[in-house]
Nanobody
Framework: QVHVVESGGALVQPGGSLKLSCTASGSRSSMDTMGWYRQAPGKEREFVADITKGAEFIGYADSVKGRFTISMNDAEYTGYLQMDSLKPEDTATYYC????????WGQGTQVNVSM
């Protein structure tokens, strides 16, 4: 059983920055991929970014490209989502997932971008 925990969500003003963290525990198998999705109230969950081990492949949604940066330390089973130039439309619950033998999801962390 792998336990995934996100942290770092907060209330921030438009134009501000936040750094989300994701930590996986409970397995010593290789962490091959980490990614982030988000879900705003009344909307479907949408892809934000993902990264593979060794940063061989990195992908971003068009809506966050150039503003968000994903990183992963597979040896430490941790990952981050640096979010800059935040907009009100970035308000959502952000979910981290990791692929360790299969996909595991966290419970989410809330990000609110508002004056």
């Amino acid at each position: 059983q792998v336990h995934v925990v996100e942290s770092g969500g907060a209330l921030v003003q438009p134009g501000g920055s936040l750094k989300l963290s994701c930590t996986a525990s409970g397995s010593r198998s290789s962490m091959d991929t980490m990614g982030w999705y988000r879900q705003a109230p009344g909307k479907e969950r949408e892809f934000v970014a993902d990264i593979t081990k060794g940063a061989e492949f990195i992908g971003y949604a068009d809506s966050v490209k150039g503003r968000f940066t994903i990183s992963m330390n597979d040896a430490e089973y941790t990952g981050y989502l640096q979010m800059d130039s935040l907009k009100p439309e970035d308000t959502a619950t952000y979910y981290c997932y990791v692929y360790i033998d299969r996909t595991w999801w966290g419970q989410g962390t809330q990000v609110n971008v508002s004056m």
